[in-house]
């Protein structure tokens, strides 16, 4: 896990050097309930990143998500300074 700035926004993430989430897989990892296919085996409901997103977005805030097969992956929250 990383903190700072970036710009004017501070900026923290989060990296794990999973299996890592297909490219086409990445546009549905905020919807509520999905867990794609292989997370049979994993405990939970699909929900934790779109609580996340939700409540970021309230902050008025950005998420976003990188990830590479093989290399794992970067949640990143955004975050700009209240005016």
């Known amino acids: 896990m990383a903190a700072g700035l970036n710009g004017k926004q501070a900026q923290i993430r989060v990296q794990d050097f999973g ?3 297909p490219t086409d897989k990445l546009d549905r990892i905020f919807d509520c309930f999905y867990r794609g296919e ?3 085996a994993i405990p939970g409901f699909g929900l934790g990143l779109p609580i996340a997103k ?3 977005e309230k902050m008025e805030g950005e998420i976003s998500m990188q990830s590479e097969l093989g290399k794992g992956s970067t949640l990143i929250l955004s975050f700009s300074p209240a005016l």
Do not use: C, H, Q
């Open 54 to 56: 939700s409540l970021v």
């Open 19 to 21: 299996e890592g989430i």
């Open 38 to 40: 292989d997370a049979a």
